[in-house]
């Protein structure tokens, strides 16, 4: 593995290591102190943690709290990053670190989330922040006259969705900092076990922990990573908008954590030979998986990722009526929006994520309408095959 600080530690032990701190009575898994403020014995102890001396326990709402603590400590380990902030979701993540890095401007790249493109595209202007959109597959030079005109934060998704496209996390990251600009990547669709923004160059990562880190879609959370002088601002956003996660969804989070890498093993394999079955099925135009040959950044993919997910999307001949009719028609897929979570979930993004957008506008972004997004879950891949394979049938007699 890559990791400066942990050189001989893989990440199913930092999983389950990561979390250094135990409570008085010595339990291997922090228990939820669900306690609302933390008491002192004097004012001479009270000012050691309030004046930032020593990391104790003070009121919840700042994320002083133990359960907190130790969750972040895996988080920590997990990115190798020297910090990690959790958040009472992604998008608080997300806004938290706008709010904290993006007052000089924010230069966006390629496809991100609908919640993050809301936020960038009409709240953020609102507040006098400047956002600025390049499009998947931009010229560098555009990236360049951003940076130029003194745009301070560059973010991005890589793996993107749905299109699954991949951005160079260190080529931006050699761009942006010859300008003295931060590079922030949301690592959700990958995890750190299939990439490690940081250690490619990247500043700062965010997560969705609501999807994979989480894991079993009964928790939202979101969490920050990266060096302590670039997260200390987050602190400081995050106690004063109230938004650090709760100790019970802390625990929850902490739980998940042991298994994300045992579950990522079988996410990407499953995507891998799900992605590998379908791509000569004639009921399918493009199977888009950043593990195939045929996948545009297949190249990069290798580079940049350790595993590449459980996250693929299909282009189902006979288009958008015909893709809708499949996504129907799928029994172990569950036609829901979100995604990383054990059981296996599909989306059309033109009735879904994508929604909003015109018609012409998605095809401008590569969003065809007959696209599925499958997030593969963790069920025998065999029964999942053959679930997509009953579901594509009708398409193949049609076409004899
Ligand atoms: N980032 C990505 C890539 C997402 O897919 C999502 C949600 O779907 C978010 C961020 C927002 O996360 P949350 O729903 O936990 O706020």
Same mark, same amino acid.
């Given at each position: 593995?890559?990791?400066?600080?942990?050189?001989? +530690?893989?990440?199913?032990?930092?999983?389950?290591?990561?979390?250094?701190?135990?409570?008085?009575?010595?339990?291997?898994?922090? &228990?939820?102190?669900? *306690?609302? *403020?933390?008491?002192?014995?004097?004012?001479?102890?009270?000012?050691?943690? *309030? =004046?930032?001396?020593?990391?104790?326990?003070?009121?919840?709402?700042?994320?002083?709290n133990p359960t907190l603590y130790a969750l972040?400590?895996?988080?920590?380990?997990?990115?190798?990053?020297?910090?990690?902030w959790a958040f009472s979701s992604g998008m608080a993540a997300i806004s938290t670190l706008f709010l904290s890095h993006g007052q000089r401007g924010i230069a966006c790249l390629g496809e991100v989330y609908g919640g993050t493109l809301s936020l960038l595209d009409?709240?953020?202007? =609102?507040?006098?922040?400047?956002?600025?959109?390049? &499009?998947?597959?931009h010229a560098p030079d555009t990236l360049e006259r951003l940076l130029e005109s003194g745009v301070r934060l560059v973010y991005l998704e890589?793996?993107?969705?749905? *299109?699954?496209?991949l951005i160079d996390i260190t080529a931006v990251a050699e761009q942006a900092h010859r300008h003295g600009a931060l590079v922030a990547v949301d690592g959700t669709f990958a995890t750190p076990i299939n990439q490690r923004p940081l250690a490619l160059g990247a500043d700062i990562v965010v997560h969705s922990a609501t999807k994979y880190?989480?894991?079993h879609s009964d928790l939202t959370a979101g969490a920050a990573m990266g060096s302590s002088k670039l997260l200390d601002p987050l602190w400081r956003w995050r106690q004063n908008l109230g938004s650090a996660l709760s100790p019970q969804m802390a625990s929850l989070l902490s739980r998940s954590l042991r298994t994300l890498p045992l579950r990522m093993q079988r996410h990407n394999a499953s995507a891998q030979t799900i992605a590998e079955a379908l791509q000569d099925n004639p009921a399918i135009e493009r199977v888009l998986y950043p593990g195939l040959d045929s996948h545009p950044d297949h190249a990069l993919a290798k580079r940049q990722m350790f595993g590449f997910g459980g996250m693929l999307t299909l282009e189902i001949a006979g288009g958008h009526h015909a893709a809708t009719a499949v996504a129907d028609r799928l029994e172990l897929f569950a036609l829901a929006p979100s995604l990383g979570g054990a059981e296996s979930l599909v989306t059309q993004p033109c009735t879904t994520s994508h929604a909003d957008l015109t018609a012409e506008e998605r095809a401008r972004r590569g969003i065809a309408d007959s696209m599925?997004?499958?997030? +593969?879950?963790? #069920?025998? +891949? #065999?029964?999942?095959l053959d679930d997509i394979h009953q579901a594509l049938a009708p398409l193949i007699t049609d076409r004899c």
């Open positions: 593995m890559s990791q400066s600080q942990s050189p001989h +530690v893989g990440p199913a032990t930092l999983a389950i290591h990561g979390q250094k701190q135990r409570d008085a009575f010595g339990s291997p898994h922090m &228990p939820i102190y669900d *306690t609302t *403020t933390f008491a002192y014995p004097d004012t001479a102890a009270l000012l050691e943690v *309030t =004046e930032g001396r020593r990391r104790g326990p003070l009121y919840s709402r700042y994320g002083q972040e400590e895996t988080l920590a380990a997990l990115e190798d990053a020297a910090a990690a009409q709240q953020l202007p =609102e507040l006098g922040i400047e956002t600025h959109f390049l &499009p998947e597959g890589t793996p993107t969705n749905p *299109t699954l496209r880190l989480g894991g599925l997004r499958l997030s +593969v879950g963790l #069920e025998d +891949v #065999e029964d999942l």
